[in-house]
């Protein structure tokens, strides 16, 4: 199909929750653009951390996605 684009995207989105808390979802987009309708975004991971555990939780989500652009995805 010419003149489709395949894309692979991944995007980290992390909050303040309540009680001292943080949550964190990554989700991955990778599909073929079809007539301008991008592919779903999928959830990948949704993690919750306390503030004190914070550098736990950044590792384990860089490490995760890492492996996403290892393998070509871009981060948005």
Do not use: H, W
Request: aromatic residues 6%; proline residues 1%.
């Amino acid at each position: 199909m010419k003149g489709n684009k395949y894309i692979k995207r991944v995007c980290v989105d992390s909050r303040q929750l309540d009680s001292g808390m943080i949550g964190t979802k990554v989700y991955v987009t990778e599909g073929e653009v079809v007539n301008g309708i991008m592919p779903v975004e999928r959830l990948v991971r949704d993690a919750t951390f306390s503030e004190d555990n914070s550098e736990a939780m950044d590792s384990a989500v860089e490490r995760l996605v890492a492996k996403y652009i290892a393998n070509g995805f871009e981060v948005l």
